[in-house]
């Protein structure tokens, strides 16, 4: 897309995060659980306190929108794991975005960011994209900024915030330290205390149910499922990152779920990481999601496409979705660029229970509650 390669060039400087990252503010206090390595921070952006407390104002705050009415918060609703319920994204003036809200959940290990961007990998960078994005407009800030930071400094709770979180600054009020405060606060939103964390991490082998711990071992095994080899690790997606695990390609998956008599397979516009390599081969590749408080998280896919988890299980099951009429029509399982893994196999009454079980075990309750995420305003 032009706006952001736009965008990117003209703030990767201000905000200086697309180089070397490594940990910034090493001594800060993630209070992070056993089995949770730390994050990638970028080296111009380092964590404190103050700048996560600014950035959950700003999270929260509607003046961030053209008439009012939405802020970050409106379709990363905490209540639903930081997505909106909705199949397609509503931007402020009420555009429907093409695209399923992703939720922020662990999104500081996130290795690339949005469903099917092989090159956005800050969420400094990504930041700005709703405050300033045109097709569509989500906050419509473009044009708007100068008087929106004048409207910051002049109000008292911000006026305290700013400084700060960037203290020796001559003036804080910028887009950079905008979009650096709400990337800092993002970064805190960590989910580990489902049940089956503390199945799983903390040795209480009566966390989850019989039924979940052999849906687990369904998901982890090669017999049935197999679904560790995309959604593995600690955050269940490959595209994981953290400090210290080295360079690594993030992949990109097929997962079947179109096959229309069109090139590239998928529905325009979403067709996958092949708009930014212009590679037929990668149409309908799409990033990963992890798993926690998945059961929150509906409607599924990229698209939203998907309204139950039973139904994604039987997605999987039958290796791609079959559309049998309307503009969409196809078999999945026939998609010339489908990945490998997704070769099906037979779903038990039993094996749906013990998956669906296991699913519904990432579900992290404190987390939707947890004050330090909510509203401050
Ligand atoms: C109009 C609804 C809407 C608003 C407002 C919104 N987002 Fe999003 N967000 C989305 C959608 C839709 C996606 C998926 C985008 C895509 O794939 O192109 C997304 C994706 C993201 C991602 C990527 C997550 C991942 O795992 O890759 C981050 C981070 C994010 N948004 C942060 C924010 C921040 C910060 C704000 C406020 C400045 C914000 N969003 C405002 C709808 C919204
Ligand atoms: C080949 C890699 C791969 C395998 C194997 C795989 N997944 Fe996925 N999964 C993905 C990708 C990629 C997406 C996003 C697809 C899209 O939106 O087009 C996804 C999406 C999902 C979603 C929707 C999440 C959301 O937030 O929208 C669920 C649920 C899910 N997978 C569960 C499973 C289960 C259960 C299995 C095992 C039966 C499994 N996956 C196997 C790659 C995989």
Redesign the pocket.
């Known amino acids: 897309m032009p706006a952001r390669v736009l965008l990117a060039a003209a703030l990767a400087a201000a905000l200086a995060v697309n180089g070397t990252v490594r940990a910034g503010a090493p001594d800060y206090a993630w209070g992070l659980p056993r089995g949770f390595p730390t994050p990638r921070v970028p080296a111009a952006n380092p964590m404190s306190p103050a700048k996560v407390r600014l950035g959950r104002y700003l999270f929260y705050d509607k003046r961030m929108s053209v008439n009012g009415t939405e802020a970050c918060a409106s379709c990363h609703r905490q209540e639903l794991a930081f997505t909106d319920g909705r199949a397609f994204a509503l931007g402020a003036t009420g555009q429907q975005h093409p695209r399923s809200v992703m ?1 922020l959940v662990n999104v500081a290990y996130a290795g690339v960011l949005t ?1 099917s961007d092989p090159n956005l990998r800050s969420l400094e960078e990504q930041a700005l994209i709703p405050m300033l994005s045109e097709h569509p407009v989500e906050l419509g800030l473009r044009g708007r900024v100068n008087p929106f930071l004048s409207q910051l400094a002049a109000d008292p709770v911000y006026r305290a915030l700013f400084p700060k979180a960037f203290p020796g600054a001559r003036n804080p009020f910028s887009l950079a330290n905008l979009a650096k405060a709400l990337a800092a606060f993002e970064r805190t939103i960590v989910s580990a205390r489902s049940p089956y964390d503390r199945y799983y991490f903390g040795g209480d082998s009566s966390a989850i149910s019989d039924s979940a711990q052999r849906g687990q071992a369904l ?1 982890f095994g090669d017999q049935v ?3 560790f ?3 593995g690790g600690f955050n269940f997606s490959d595209a994981t990152v953290f400090e210290g695990d080295g360079k690594r390609a993030i992949e990109f ?1 097929n ?1 079947a ?1 179109y096959n229309m008599s069109v090139a590239f397979r998928y529905p325009w516009p979403n067709v996958g990481i092949y708009q930014h390599t212009g590679r037929l081969a990668d149409a309908g590749k ?4 992890s ?1 926690r408080n ?1 059961a929150l ?1 509906a409607p ?3 698209d939203g496409s998907v309204a139950r ?1 039973e139904e ?2 039987d997605h ?1 099951a039958a290796g791609g979705r079959t559309i049998s009429s309307g503009p969409f029509a196809g078999r999945g399982h026939d998609n010339p660029y489908r ?1 490998a ?2 070769t099906g196999f037979t779903l038990t009454t039993q094996n749906r229970t013990d ?1 669906l079980a296991f ?1 519904r075990s990432l579900t992290d309750t404190e987390l939707i509650r947890d004050p330090r995420f909510s509203n401050p305003w």
């Open positions: 939720s469903w998901f499922a197999g679904c080899h995309c959604h998956h997962t779920l799409f990033k990963t999601p798993l998945v998280t599924y896919m990229h988890l994604v299980l999987y990945d893994r997704m998956l699913l």
